[in-house]
């Protein structure tokens, strides 16, 4: 039974989540991601598994679910992060 706690984690979670959202799209339109920081994509995509492991633990779907969305969000930026660095963009 979803109860008010987890609405709120649910909404909380959402937004961060949603966050990367522009990001990503401006990565994967510009084909750049000089302005992104490799450092904070690191450590906030590391940062965002532990979060997901906690989750996984407590048996918290908000925490399983948004932080398993926002992994593949930072993640997608990451390896675009790579992948432009390597081709010189």
């Avoid at 989750?55 to 679910?65: A, D, E, K, R, T």
């Amino acid at each position: 039974m979803m109860t008010g706690i987890d609405l709120l984690g649910f909404a909380a979670g959402t937004l961060t989540t949603c966050a990367f959202w522009p990001q990503l799209q401006k990565t994967w339109t510009s084909k750049s991601a000089g302005d992104v920081s490799l450092g904070m994509l690191a450590i906030f995509s590391t940062g965002v598994c532990l979060w997901f492991l906690y989750g996984l633990v407590l048996h918290s779907w908000p925490i399983i679910l948004t932080n398993f969305i926002t992994l593949l969000l930072t993640g997608a930026i990451l390896v675009l992060k790579l992948r432009y660095r390597a081709n010189g963009g």
